[in-house]
């Protein structure tokens, strides 16, 4: 109840015109198999509904969508086939849970925010995406968002934020963000400077993050620290005779560990009959720099997403099978002896319904970043109204 009544507060000031409502119903099916425990099937279905009002010419408009999320199967997860078996040896020893669970049903606001226009200059205020970085797996520029390494575009939740934008030319960007958190001083600040190259045809930035961290997790009893960070990091990128090529990355200041380099490059082309490929390496001075990687890393990864390893690789191909399908399949390795598949195809099967299958198969050594004999398949059916 109070997530709609704050949309319909926060969609008063545009109560002028009409308010457009859209969405999607999803429902998502995802068998498990693994070498070390039985088969399990998720099972959840995924209603999302969007508020627009205002916009076009009006300088105030609202934007917003509700989520309702219920899990149809179990909803623990045992993160035992992900790790390896001298892992979970220790972390059975300090009886830390080896099971992830979430709530069964859930209704939260995804997105809410109000943004006024005028004249280059933007404001906006409200739950929304901070995103930044060019980079496809990883973004070491982004620090309010945590991308899925399989199926790194899908939405990711919104930030409570307040933030300013002026653009000017052909990429001239300031942007200011604030995360409030309780405190000034505890809040989350950050700040991006970028532009257009025009002699060279690249698009430059520059960003700076004072943050609240909490990608850490203190070894004993395996929680979250939560710790000052401080950032400074660039990317830019563009393409030369086809050839399309960035780079992004940032030196971490941190209130309680080392500071580290992080960064990612990374190349893309595509071939005359429409094949698409792309290469892409993260260097993160944060993670080990071999195997066998400590309990500590493993926390950190599972429950945060943060790289097991100093360097991962990626690489992949995508290419339209028919107008309606899409076929891809990317690589995902490094130098630990271990790696990951994952196949996809993306269809349109209706004039509103889309399709995704993609799926994970692991080989190599047990105790790289991706433990072998573990398989995934997951089939998403989307219908947007």
Request: glycine fraction near 10%; include cysteine.
């Amino acid at each position: 109840m109070r997530t709609i009544i704050t949309v319909l507060i926060l969609l008063i000031p545009c109560m002028a015109t009409s308010i457009d409502i859209s969405g999607y119903y999803e429902n998502t099916l995802m068998p498990e198999f693994s070498d070390r425990t039985q088969a399990r099937l998720l099972d959840v279905s995924k209603l999302r509904l969007d508020f627009q009002a205002g916009g076009a010419d009006n300088e105030l408009e609202f934007k917003g969508n509700i989520n309702f999320i219920a899990y149809h199967s179990s909803v623990s997860i045992d993160i035992t086939p992900y790790l390896p078996q001298a892992v979970v040896d220790t972390l059975n020893s300090r009886e830390i849970p080896l099971k992830i669970s979430f709530d069964a049903n859930r209704i939260f606001l995804d997105n809410a925010y109000l943004t006024w226009r005028r004249n280059g200059f933007r404001i906006r205020a409200g739950r929304q995406q901070l995103t930044w970085g060019p980079a496809y797996s990883f973004n070491p520029t982004d620090l309010f968002h945590r991308k899925d390494m399989l199926d790194p575009s899908y939405e990711k939740e919104g930030v409570t934020a307040m933030r300013g934008d002026y653009q000017s030319g052909i990429g001239n960007q300031v942007a200011l963000i604030m995360v409030p958190s309780g405190s000034f001083d505890r809040s989350g600040y950050a700040m991006r400077i970028a532009t257009y190259i025009e002699a060279v045809g690249y698009d430059v930035g520059f960003t700076l993050h004072r943050v609240t961290d909490s990608t850490s997790v203190d070894t004993s009893d395996y929680e979250p620290i939560k710790q000052r960070r401080r950032a400074i990091g660039f990317d830019f990128s563009g393409g030369l005779v086809g050839l399309g090529f960035w780079l992004e990355g940032n030196y971490n200041a941190m209130e309680t560990e080392d500071d580290f380099i992080r960064a990612v490059t990374g190349f893309d082309y595509t071939l005359t009959n429409g094949l698409y490929m792309i290469i892409e390496g993260l260097y993160d001075q944060r993670a080990e720099a071999e195997a066998p990687y400590s309990a500590r890393d493993w926390m950190e990864s599972i429950m945060f997403g943060e790289p097991l390893t100093r360097i991962r690789l990626l690489a992949g191909v995508r290419k339209d099978i028919t107008g309606l399908v899409t076929g891809s399949l990317y690589w995902f390795g490094g130098m630990d002896g271990s790696m990951a598949l994952n196949p996809r195809i993306d269809a349109s099967v209706a004039q509103n319904a889309d399709l995704a299958l993609f799926g994970m198969a692991t080989f190599g050594k047990k105790e790289g970043q991706f433990p072998p004999g573990n398989y995934a398949l997951t089939a998403r059916i989307s219908l947007f109204f």
